[in-house]
């Protein structure tokens, strides 16, 4: 066991039962043309925490550890995909709908890929979601109880939406959550920032928080 200084208060981490989940980095989130950017969103401040995720996804390899990566995507028949969710708001274009990298946010399609420079390797476990939260809908829980993972080290898109729901899923299911402040962004920075401070209020509530050098220098002891 090892402490990662953290917010509110240091994270020990159990090395042999801890794990990266890597939530959505993908260029339908990121790139022009993609669906962040339909929805009217500056997509601008997503790659720029690419380095800070790639280090990380880097420091967990090298340490042996499991790295799990998320894609929010939707089945081409639309069948996992609520009328709540696809009518929703005012989008220029809505999920299915053929857009410059292809149908929006529907798997197999360029558009819905992680980003080429964050991309899984070997056998590392991708979780395809139609969800905000990772668990639901998908077999993420039976895949972390199986290989006996009880602490996740989030990083991805968006801080208040898919990060924040899937750590919010992952705490009522029992795991231990921490946040790497660096690696994780959101399309407003007053989102990320209420975000973060939601997430380790009241004594870790929901989880801690801590720097990615933190992180790493930990993992790697
Ligand atoms: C959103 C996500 N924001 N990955 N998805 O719709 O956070």
Request: with cysteine.
């Amino acid at each position: 066991m090892i402490d990662i200084n953290a917010e509110p208060f240091a994270f020990t981490a159990k090395i042999d039962h801890i794990a990266l989940i890597v939530i959505d980095m993908q260029r339908d989130f990121a790139e022009p043309g993609g669906f962040g950017e339909s929805l009217g969103n500056d997509v601008s401040r997503i790659t720029k925490i690419v380095p800070d995720v790639k280090r990380l996804i880097e420091g967990f390899r090298k340490a042996g550890l499991p790295v799990i990566h998320t894609m929010e995507c939707h089945r081409p028949d639309l069948s996992d995909l609520p009328p709540a969710k696809r009518d929703r708001g005012n989008p220029s274009l809505r999920i299915g709908d053929d857009g410059p990298m292809g149908r929006i946010l529907i798997a197999g399609e360029s558009g819905t890929a992680i980003l080429p420079e964050l991309a899984p390797i070997n056998d590392e476990v991708v979780i395809e979601k139609p969800g905000k939260g990772a668990f639901y809908a998908t077999d993420l829980g039976e895949i972390l109880q199986k290989r006996g993972i009880t602490q996740l080290v989030f990083a991805g898109l968006t801080t208040e939406v898919c990060v924040q729901t899937t750590m919010r899923e992952a705490n009522d299911r029992g795991y231990e959550c921490l946040l790497a402040e660096e690696a994780t962004e959101s399309y407003f920075p007053e989102f990320k920032a209420a975000a973060i401070a939601m997430i380790r209020a009241q004594g870790a509530i929901v989880g801690w928080t801590a720097h990615v050098d933190d992180i790493l220098e930990a993992i790697n002891a």
